[in-house]
């Protein structure tokens, strides 16, 4: 399905997450020699289709990791001290990361486009991690990611057809 829209896109990852899950433990056990290659591949065919602006549901319903160097980054291109942007729009997490006070994103314009486009979150800039080396030690992440990206989901179901267990 190309393009699944936002409103079904949760209800379709649900339907398929336990076949997933199924498909990401025998993928975890014996990863494909050619794996890294064939998920670059499915990330550029997808990402050809698709435009983050037309959705930004990551930025809407989920928050990035800033790392220390997001916020020395992101602060100086604010023209704000380190202490005084982390005060304005982070909180730390239950796993001790600094992550957004609150969702949508703070940074998200109205159409969609990112106002620290430029000096985003490393998270944000790698986002949905679908072209990562080493795939199938981040299956977990992509799972979580399936219900929020439609690109994602999208690889992923290209995914199990290019590359059946």
């Given at each position: 399905m190309t393009n699944p829209q936002i409103n079904i896109l949760q209800k379709l990852a649900k339907d398929k997450h336990i076949e997933n899950k199924k498909y990401f433990d025998k993928l975890k056990k014996k990863p494909p020699k050619n794996l890294d290659y064939v998920m670059q591949d499915l990330h550029d065919a997808e990402f050809k289709k698709t435009d983050c602006l037309d959705c930004a549901n990551c930025c809407k319903t989920t928050g990035p990791l800033?790392?220390?160097?997001?916020?020395?980054?992101?602060?100086?291109?604010?023209?704000?001290?380190?202490?005084?942007?982390?005060?304005?729009?982070l909180r730390i997490d239950e796993d001790q990361d600094y992550v957004?006070?609150?969702?949508?994103?703070?940074?998200?314009?109205?159409?969609?486009?990112?106002?620290?486009?430029?000096?985003?979150?490393?998270?944000?800039?790698?986002?949905?991690?679908?072209?990562?080396?080493?795939?199938?030690?981040?299956?977990?992440?992509?799972?979580?990611?399936?219900?929020?990206?439609?690109?994602?989901?999208?690889?992923?179901?290209?995914?199990?057809k290019k590359l059946p267990l």
């Open positions: 800033f790392t220390l160097a997001d916020i020395e980054r992101i602060s100086k291109h604010l023209r704000q001290k380190p202490q005084q942007f982390i005060e304005q729009y957004l006070q609150n969702v949508p994103c703070a940074f998200l314009d109205t159409d969609n486009t990112c106002f620290i486009y430029d000096v985003r979150p490393k998270a944000c800039r790698e986002f949905p991690h679908t072209d990562r080396k080493k795939f199938q030690q981040i299956t977990d992440i992509t799972l979580k990611n399936t219900p929020i990206c439609p690109a994602a989901f999208n690889i992923v179901e290209e995914m199990k």
